[in-house]
Each structure stands twice: as C-alpha cells, then as structure tokens.
C-alpha cells in the first residue's frame, strides 16, 4: 500500500488555482507549476512562453514520477482543461498506484475574465507571449471544462471536489 497521491487543479486561467495550492497545498506535497517550470525554461524567463511547453510537461512529468514513486504527493497547479492532459495525469498516477484527487476550480466566467485582465498584457519581444491570456481562450477553456463535466466522474479519479460553486449548489 502506498500513501502516493496526485492532487491537479482544473480550471481556465484567472480561477484563482495558485492562489488555492499556495493557501491549501499539503505543506509535505511537491508543487508542480507549469507556469513556473516554463518560466525557469523559458530564455526569457517567461511563465507563458510556450515554445518550452513541452519540455515543461516534460520535466514536471518526471518529477511526478520520482515523488509518486517514493510514496510522497504531488500537486499539480494546471489548467487540465484537455481530457488527454487530464488522461496523462490520471496515467501517472495509475503507474504509481497513486490516489487522485482532481479540485475543479471553476468560478463564473466573469471572474476568471476579471482575474486575467488584472495580468499584464504587454507582449514579451522575444517569446511573443504575455501573461494575460486573450479573453476567447479563458472562454474556451471554461468552456471545455464546464462540458467536461459530467464526464469528469468516469475519467477514473478517487475524489473529485468543486471550488468556487455557487452556495445553493455547495449545499448539495
Ligand atoms: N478566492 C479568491 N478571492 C479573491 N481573489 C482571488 C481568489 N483567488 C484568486 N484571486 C485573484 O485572482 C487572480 C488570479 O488568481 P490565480 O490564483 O493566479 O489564478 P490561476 O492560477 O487559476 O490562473 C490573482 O490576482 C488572485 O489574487
Ligand atoms: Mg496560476
Ligand atoms: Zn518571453
């Protein structure tokens, strides 16, 4: 038996899914940011640059191994907004025998369109890419989650929670 545990986030850009794992993240757990693996790859050092995506993907998938491996837990701070990105999780943690707990981060959209225009939108000069995404691609990806959802029990993970529902729902 092993304690191994995978948590990921899934919600669009600007859900509030950093702020939730840097306030709520088992203080033993390794954070895994693709945010901050992009940023520490990037030439530019730039959180969005996507030219070192999957290198990012790359590396941060390595790490999962070695701590779901040696029984430990892995957060995931990501949008996991693909099924295929939410499959590979899923995947690595089934290799480990690791528990998974997937935490919807999913406020009303206008909230999350708020949130990232707070970002700077200035695109860098050399990656192309700014910090604030375009407000589509927020849409989208709230889009592909909120359909997802009655999907999301059958993807195989052990615990599913739902942040930022509305209280009438909370309840439920
Ligand atoms: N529960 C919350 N209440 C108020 N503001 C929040 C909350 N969660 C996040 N924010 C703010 O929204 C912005 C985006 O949050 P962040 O956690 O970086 O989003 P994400 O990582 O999902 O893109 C930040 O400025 C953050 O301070
Ligand atoms: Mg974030
Ligand atoms: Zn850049």
Not at 54 to 65: G, P, Q, W
Request: charged content about 20%.
């Amino acid at each position: 038996m092993t304690n191994a545990t995978l948590i990921a986030t899934i919600g669009p850009a600007g859900a509030g899914k950093t702020t939730w794992r840097r306030r709520h993240a088992p203080a033993d757990a390794v954070v895994v940011s693709l945010d901050e693996t992009r940023a520490a790859l990037s030439p530019c050092g730039c959180s969005s640059d996507q030219a070192v995506n999957a290198a990012a993907v790359e590396a941060a998938t390595a790490t999962t191994r070695e701590v779901l491996a040696a029984g430990g837990t892995v957060v995931w701070d990501t949008t996991a907004y693909l099924p295929r990105f939410r499959a590979h999780l899923l995947d690595l943690a089934d290799e480990a025998g690791a528990r998974t707990i997937g935490l919807v981060v999913l406020p009303p959209l206008l909230t999350a369109l708020v949130r990232n225009a707070g970002r700077d939108a200035t695109e860098c000069p050399h990656c192309g890419y700014a910090r604030r995404v375009p407000d589509p691609v927020v849409w989208r990806m709230r889009h592909a989650i909120t359909t997802a959802l009655p999907r999301l029990p059958g993807e195989g993970w052990h615990v599913l929670r739902f942040l930022d529902l509305p209280p009438y729902l909370r309840t439920r």
